[in-house]
């Protein structure tokens, strides 16, 4: 009988041990202002406030060409998935259609629109609208970018 328990004990340690929170590769998320053509400085500027589950970033202002990055370690365990960053963005030509965008979330999903890897996630003002910069791989497995158009500026207030 004390053999069996033995055995019981080492196999619920095992698997609460293959059920315990694992965090993955560190993540990075970067924000660029890449405004551009525009005659006023102020006009250029965006204005960025970001958060995440345990932080408050609170608000930056990026002048053109400026950018902000954070790293930090994610945990990709269900059910403790939970590493996701939101911003809120204004610009001299308004603010994204959204109020509030994730910009960093551990979700597969989310993720993979993120590009090759799915940890670091770049997103990009421009003088036009809000976008994702994709990071893909060329046929020489050189890291490239790609920038898809997620919110066009618009006026809210």
């Avoid at 970067?30 to 204005?47: D, Q």
């Avoid at 990055?69 to 963005?89: A, D």
């Amino acid at each position: 009988m004390g053999r069996n328990n033995g055995l019981c004990f080492f196999m619920a340690a095992a698997v609460v041990a293959a059920l315990l929170p694992t965090p993955t590769m560190a993540g990075r998320l970067e924000l660029k202002n890449e405004i551009s053509g525009v005659t006023g400085v102020r006009k250029a500027r965006l204005a960025v406030r970001c958060w995440s589950n345990e932080d408050d970033l609170g608000w930056d202002m990026l002048k053109p060409m400026q950018s902000r990055i954070w790293k930090f370690t994610t945990m990709n365990m269900w059910p403790f998935q939970k590493t996701e960053f939101r911003c809120q963005f204004r610009s001299g030509f308004g603010t994204t259609s959204q109020d509030i965008v994730t910009v960093f979330s551990v979700q597969s999903g989310f993720r993979k629109e993120c590009g090759d890897g799915g940890d670091e996630c770049i997103w990009v003002a421009k003088r036009d609208g809000f976008y994702q910069r994709r990071i893909v791989r060329d046929e020489n497995d050189r890291k490239t970018f790609v920038d898809i158009l997620k919110s066009k500026w618009v006026w809210k207030w």
